[in-house]
């Protein structure tokens, strides 16, 4: 293999597309940011040293770095995403490291294995849905093992989640960069997922306990819209700022020495370097110049258009890499979309070898270090495969055929330029000597990062310098020469505070420059260029007026750029059709064939209600093809007015008259155009074009057709009142329903006997006959349900003085409720009442109370004796009588010896013979009703001339012994 040609002591960053400056000495070198077309030659090379981003890195890590720059031009190392996770000839037999769909198809496996930190959330295998990032880092691991047991050079693209919405990295929204860079509310999340990263890294070892080096390759196709990081949903300088975070947190403060860091924005760029370089972060935080592009397109029997596009860019990537002492990689190829390939029928047979043999014949394409294409996920609710399968028996014992592809695939690995698994040279990880080029030192706005617009009156200044520590760091705004000073803090960054002030927010750009100086005297200075206020807030179904930028930067910052730069839009007076600015929009198509311009609406508009697009056209007689291009409902539709001719046309296209991109609709319906998600304006070159030109536009909006005028419908039915009994404004309207032609509203509902009033409305481009009625109004009358009056209770008074008369038998309900009242003193009453709850009443004159008085009747008290006479023992000795007293509600009862109250009688069960006195007193409450038989009344009386006491004299009879 031939050397590599190396750069000496400065990296070379560029400045003038990443806003990062380097210094090396007394000068610094910077990137061209103009198209190139011919390899510009690096730096004499110092022998053994490699441009690497990490300086620290691990000997095998600088081995890789080397081992893929020299093979640059000698071959192509093919790569494969999953090859050992994901497959559709897998069997379930055999060792994981067994399964792979390119073993099956050439007998041997990728270069490069590919893998994706959704392993870590569980979203792809091994790693388990449910499980923490750390808990899957140990399967991640054993992938990476594994590929690196069976000769592969493992990669990790990074599909993270949305930190700041909480979903996938699907979902697109939520600004989530500004969320997760230094001073943001997620950044600690944002951490926590590197750190899994770093312990993914720092873990996967080979068998001598050496971390295994691999590539990473964060925050892909950044220059397409459809991750939170893209085009659109994070300026140009958020971007670099995040890859540059990335790199520094892993390599710094979690101390990874293992990683090649890849840049790999998607297709295309028709080789233009200065829009391929426009979000390259810079030198000193990447290793690997990528590119990303798949064929969707599949009309042609051939790929020839797709290839030749790649091989235009593919020269350029590696001219680039060349330039900077990097690395250059087809970080990712393939079919998709209707192109994907099936399992029989395709089209363009010989797409691997076509695309190997154009990469090959162009002398700066073929210097591409490797190619990587997707993951076999196989059949499924869509049918997804990158790599031809061989013949197989699938998991219900079906034979099943090789695709009609693998042919052609075969023929790729047979091609000596492709590199495989078994084409790695043994010293690939193991060379020498070798030394990291010294680091440059840099310095660089982190926040606010260019492009960003700031609508607080404060903000943060963040500034990082690498490698030198500066001395002292300030900033200056505008074309304000105040400096201010900023703080160097413990986490690395200097910090300041910019009192912007409110008056100031006026959605104009402005700048920040900040001036490090360094102990040699050497300083060094970075800007970023801010919008300043709150973007234009538009109505429903406008695009822009563009008569709410203070400048270009502010015009430019609101849109997003694909195949073309921002540079291109420019406010322009002359194109206006009201107000102040139109705009004018530039294209050159003498290296790309198409270029637009266009931006997202979050939340979606509603263009329901409207029947066309509108807007001022000024066409430049170029006959070019523009396109206007919406997205609704989930589908694409584009409409295609000319631009013959030089004359102002205010356009007016009926939505009727767009189609959808993919065929599936001829044209938006009402329900598609409720969600409409982004607008569009691109310029495709045609056969006529000749030369650059631009077009004017102004006013684009969503509109109704003037002359028609709204079409007058029926007043549908009075909707029915319903108003039930009970106190809660219950009364509502029903059988009224929202239509394509009106809606209904309910209002003025108010407090109790208030009114409720309902509106129909007839919704744009419809109206009602003139006079029609279109309101009711009705009144709650909150009228109380009637209930019957519940049983009465029942009273339960027993004897006693203690007013223990009581109610029994009834229970509070929903409908009413019961009371006791007037409980008194002795003999008193005792009354009940039962009330209705609000909303409910009892018939007019129905009993709702009861009253009882209490009787306090005294208690029947009773007593009776019984004497048995005294006997003879069998010894012939007299053996004691006894007496024995039964009593009912009897306080006391008294025994005397004889006759007369005196001497107590002591136990009653041995008395001696002779006459006993009984005296009984009746408990409290209670009296005798009834005089005992055999018992004498007492005088003695209570108040109510009860007899409370009786008397009687018991005889024990002797025996005779």
Known sequence: MGSHRLRTAIAVVAAAATGALSLGGAAVGVASAASSTTSTPAAAAVAGQVNIVDKDATAQTKSLFSYLSTTRGQQVLFGAQHTTDNGITFTSTGPDETRSDVLGAVGDYPAIFGFDTLIL????????????????????????????????????????????????????????VSHILPGG????????????????????????????????????????????????????GEYKELYRYAVEYLRDTRHVHNLLYAFSPNASFGGDQTRYLATYPGDPWVDILGYDAYEYNNDPDNSDAYVASVVTDLAMVSRTADSHDKIAAFTEFGRNGARTIQPTGNKSLQFFTDLLNGIKADPDARRIAYMLTWANFGPGEVYQIYVPNAAYTDAAGVQQPANDLLPDFQAFYADSYSGFARDIPADALTQTGLTATPATPTLRVVSPADGVRITDPTTTVRVKATVNPATSVSFTTGDDPTAHALT??????????????????????????????????????????????????????????????????????????????????????????????????????????????????????DWSGFDQLQAHLLPDGSNQKLVLQFDAGGATFEAYPSLAGTTPLDLAIPFSEFTDKAGTHPAPTAAQLTSVTQFYVYLNKTDSYSSPGSIGLDDIHAGLSIPAGPTVIDVPTA?????????????????????????????????????????????????????????????????????????????????????????????????????????????????????????????????????????????????????????????????????????????????????????????LSALAPGEYLVIATAADGSAFTTVPNGWKPSPTRDSAGNVVKVSRVVTIAAAAC
């Open 488 to 605: 160097l803090g413990a986490d690395g960054y200097w910090e300041a505070t910019w009192n912007i002030g409110t008056e100031n927010l006026t959605n104009a750009s402005s700048r920040i420059d900040v001036t490090a100086t360094y102990p040699d005297g050497v300083a060094m200075t970075a800007t970023s260029a801010v919008i300043l206020g709150a973007a234009p807030t538009l109505p429903n179904g406008v695009v822009d007026t563009f008569e709410g930028y203070g400048d270009n930067a502010a015009l430019q910052g609101a849109y997003t750029f694909n195949n073309t730069t921002s540079s291109d839009l420019t406010l322009d007076t002359t194109h206006a059709s009201e107000g102040r600015n139109g705009v004018s929009f530039a294209y050159d198509f003498s290296a790309r064939d198409y270029q637009g311009f266009g931006r997202a609406f979050t939340p979606a508009q």
């Open 719 to 907: 909707p029915l009142w319903t108003d039930t009994c009970g106190p809660d404004n219950n009364g509502s309207f029903s059988g009224y329903t929202d239509t394509d032609q009106y809606t209904w509203k309910v209002t003025d509902h108010s407090t109790l006997n208030g009114k409720v009033g309902i509106t129909v409305t007839a919704k744009p481009g419809y109206a009602f006959p003139e006079g029609a009625r279109t309101r009711w109004t009705r009144t709650q009358n909150n009228t109380p349900c009637l209930i019957d009056v519940p049983t009465a209770p029942v009273w339960t008074d027993a004897c006693g003085p203690d007013n223990n008369g009581s109610f029994s038998g009834y229970t509070d309900t929903d409908q009413y409720t019961w009371k006791v009242t007037d409980h008194s003193t002795l003999n008193g009453k005792v009354g009940i009442t039962v009330t209705a709850k609000a909303g409910y009443a009892f018939p007019e004159g129905a009993r709702t109370r009861w009253t009882r008085t209490q009787n306090n009747t005294r208690c029947a008290a009773t007593i009776s004796a019984t004497t048995t006479a005294q006997t003879c023992s069998t010894a012939g000795g007299p053996v004691p009588g006894s007496l024995s007293l039964v009593k009912t509600r009897i306080r006391s009862a008294y025994v005397y010896v004889g006759p007369t109250t005196g001497t107590k009688a002591g136990d």
């Open 185 to 236: 509310d997620k950044n600690a999340a944002f951490n926590d997922y590197l750190d899994a990263i770093a312990a993914v890294a720092t873990t996967s070892t080979d068998d001598a306990g050496q971390a295994i080096p691999m590539i990473f390759r964060p925050f892909h196709e950044n220059t397409g819209n459809w991750f939170w990081w893209g085009a659109g949903r994070a300026t140009t």
């Open 121 to 176: 959330e569980g979203g792809e295998g091994p790693g388990v849905a449910g499980k923490s990032l750390m808990e899957n880092v140990a399967p991640f691991r054993t992938d990476i093992q594994t590929a690196h047991r069976l000769g592969g050079i493992p990669e990790i693209s990074a599909h993270m989640e949305n930190f700041a919405t909480g979903k996938n990295f699907t979902d697109p929204t939520g600004e989530t």
